[in-house]
């Protein structure tokens, strides 16, 4: 979770007011946060924060902005999101950006005289937006300039990356993108992003001066942004136009909260957005959700009226319509991060404190016990150690180069299909597994100086596409058996399947199938009660060579959950 660090003077400059230990320690749960560390000498705070979907608390503006709208009992006001009809100055993007870095966004802040802890906060803030809300700037990227040296309007455009050239930051003489990209350290560190195109993305001034080499570097001449400058331009560049619009507005807001005033601009796209090809930013980008007071009153437990739900919504920061038994809700612009109506329910209970919800006894005593999945999963945990396999437990989140690729799942293939994870922070978990067999090739990979054979197994969840599901998924519970040494086989294998359905008087078949991720003629869809519930057979040799296993692998998957199973 993201952990930032704050000055005690700073932070009560920002609430406009002095804030006790024993206040900010009730004050934190608003934010999802708890205190790290204090260094008393220096009046440094740092705060550990538990919430990875709201990147507008990751600065000590964002902490001290959503205690402030507390504290008030109304959100904060940002004149700039109105839609002045005065004229703005204009990024203008070039084609064939869409498919290098497609998205920019930005914005003027005057009348802010940066202070040292104000420049400190300032790159902290644009380091946790990009490293972790733009997976290490890959989505997302953030440039701060000197106003006063840039001339309107400005180009994003595709550079030569051997004939142009300028001072980055950290040099003295000019350098090439090329030498940038394999000299510097940022350009080392993320080259990789820009890797295989041809040419590379810039921003110009109208003078032609160069403001910085996205997602890379920034100009030392413009973007060296230092203690006194008054006058700053806000850049954004990523993949996502969401993204880009949200990490703006954020960074908006924060420097509006420091006394800046701020001054929308217009991108100009050559090509169409989810927005039109003339987006204005910062705005509001957020659409309204409606939820029913019903629906919150019966999630927290406690009947509420329509005036505590407006008034713990408003005191959080949303705008609130409607005066019946449904309410329409608005994220404030440096938001994005309502995916369910539970998430607003979440606020209002944040808002107005879980501490105020009295408790409630059970009515009945009851007694526990294990739920029938699970008892029904100990027992073929059991039968499987009998049988001489090793129980790996692995994370249900992975890579979808580890569950398609690997597994030589084309594109579009059904059991490609799987559920991904908005916002990651990592690559390497990025995806719900839809099967368990990739996670054991991982453990066999890792396991190639062990002494063969391996017999493996997983008993765990995966989650599928599924339409049909209030969620859109459904959840199931899954056995997953690998067999890797010299000789292994279906026949083997079989065996294994034939024992296991044996115990349990479960009926089985077999019928053959083609599958991408097995040999043709060595894989059979497995079935119970007459319906799908598994795979059986020899994995393919380029599955092996794409995990760089050496040995021959069977393997079968069978769906343990399946309801209407019959005994034989």
């Known amino acids: 979770m993201p952990t930032i660090s704050a000055n005690r003077k700073d932070l009560a400059k920002l609430l406009g007011r002095h804030v006790t230990d024993k206040e900010l320690e009730a004050w934190l749960p608003l934010v999802k946060s708890e205190i790290k560390e204090v260094d008393t000498a220096t009046g440094e705070i740092r705060f550990e924060l538990q919430d990875s979907n709201r990147p507008d608390l990751w600065s000590v503006e964002g902490i001290a902005r959503q205690i402030r709208i507390k504290l008030n009992g109304r959100p904060d006001s940002y004149p700039y999101l109105q839609n002045a009809k005065s004229r703005r100055d204009q990024i203008l993007v070039e084609q ?88 510097h350290p940022k350009g080392q560190e993320y080259g990789t992003i820009l890797s295989g195109h041809d040419q590379l993305p810039l921003l110009r001034d109208a003078k032609g001066d160069v403001l910085s080499f996205p997602p890379i570097i920034n100009s030392r001449d413009i973007g060296e942004v230092r203690v006194g400058d008054a006058d700053l331009f806000i850049e954004v560049t990523g993949t996502d136009i969401c993204t880009v619009m949200l990490a703006v507005n954020i960074m908006a807001a924060n420097l509006q909260d420091r006394g800046a005033s701020i001054e929308p601009m217009d991108v100009v796209y050559p090509y169409k957005t989810a927005y039109g090809r003339t987006v204005r930013m910062p705005q509001v980008f957020t659409r309204p959700r409606a939820i029913k007071l019903g629906d919150i009153s019966k999630a927290l437990g406690e009947e509420l009226s329509l005036k505590d739900v407006r008034a713990s919504l408003a005191s959080y920061g949303y705008a609130v319509t409607g005066n019946g038994s449904q309410l329409l809700v608005s994220l404030p612009s440096y938001r994005n991060d309502l995916m369910h109506p539970v998430d607003v329910i979440e606020d209002v209970a944040i808002s107005r404190g879980y501490n105020t919800f009295g408790p409630i006894m059970p009515a009945t005593f009851t007694v526990g016990g294990l739920f029938r999945i699970e008892q029904l999963s100990d027992k073929v945990r059991e039968l499987m150690l009998g049988f001489g396999f090793q129980e790996i437990v692995s994370n249900i989140l992975g890579s979808r180069i580890d569950l398609t690729h690997r597994m030589r799942l084309p594109d579009g293939h059904p059991e490609a299909r799987c559920v991904e994870i908005e916002n990651v922070m990592s690559q390497s978990y990025e995806c719900l597994r839809q099967w368990i067999l990739p996670s054991l090739l991982r453990v066999e990979t890792a396991s190639s100086r062990s002494f063969y054979p391996h017999f493996l197994f997983e008993l765990g969840e995966i989650v599928v596409p599924d339409q049909q599901a209030e969620t859109g998924t459904r959840t199931e519970v899954r056995l997953s058996a690998l067999l890797a040494h010299a000789t292994a086989n279906f026949s083997e294998t079989h065996s294994f399947l034939e024992l296991l359905c044996s115990y349990l008087a479960w009926a089985y078949s077999l019928t053959p199938i083609d599958h991408p991720s097995f040999l043709d003629g060595r894989v059979g869809r497995v079935e119970l009660a007459g319906r799908p519930a598994g795979l059986i057979g020899e994995l393919h040799p380029e599955v092996l060579e794409r995990w760089q296993i050496t040995m021959p692998c069977s393997a079968f998957e069978l769906v343990i959950d399946l309801p209407g199973k019959t005994q034989a």
């Open 96 to 183: 064939g950006l869409e498919r290098v870095r497609p998205f920019i966004g930005g914005c003027k802040a005057r009348g802010y005289k940066v202070t040292g802890e104000g420049l400190t906060q300032l790159v902290q803030t644009q380091e946790k937006l990009a490293d972790i809300f733009g997976r290490k700037r890959r989505m997302v990227s953030i440039g701060l300039y000197r106003l006063p040296s840039i001339k309107f309007p400005l180009s994003y455009l595709l550079a030569d990356p051997d004939r142009t050239r300028f001072r980055p930051l950290g040099y003295t003489e000019p350098m090439s993108l090329r030498e940038i990209l394999e000299i």
